[in-house]
């Protein structure tokens, strides 16, 4: 069976914008499937992500989430775990606060499978069949 478009040119024309951005970024499948955690860079993706929230900082919330997409599980626990640190926050919080919409969705679910992918896909199984 062959298709008239590639996957990438059928999201492209049917989504935007960031939540547009980051699916290509998903599909390009570039995440470190590693498990490591660059301690390095926690604290920096960290704090572009609570930057992102502050429309004078410049900094675009794709730039920001991005890294949700590339980055192993454990990395992306990590930056979380460091985000709510420096913010004081519950992340959970703060995406229903700062973000929205299908971007939003797309976060919380790159979060969820990376906290825990069989359960992720089990859960969304699940509600697919109800």
């Given at each position: 069976m062959t298709f008239q478009k590639s996957l990438e040119d059928a999201i492209s024309a049917?989504?935007?914008?960031?939540?547009?951005?980051?699916?290509?970024?998903?599909?390009?499948?570039?995440?470190?499937?590693s498990g490591t955690v660059n301690a390095l860079h926690v604290a920096t993706h960290a704090s572009q992500i609570l930057k992102s929230f502050d429309k004078k900082s410049g900094v675009e919330k794709f730039d920001a989430f991005k890294i949700?997409?590339?980055?192993?599980?454990?990395?992306?626990q990590k930056v979380i775990e460091e985000v709510e640190r420096q913010s004081g926050k519950e992340f959970g919080k703060l995406a229903d606060k700062e973000l929205s919409g299908d971007f939003k969705n797309l976060v919380l679910a790159l979060i969820e499978t990376s906290k825990n992918r069989p359960r992720f896909l089990a859960n969304a199984i699940h509600t697919a069949t109800k």
């Open positions: 049917d989504t935007s914008g960031d939540f547009r951005r980051l699916l290509i970024v998903i599909l390009q499948a570039k995440r470190d499937e949700f997409a590339t980055a192993s599980g454990a990395h992306v």
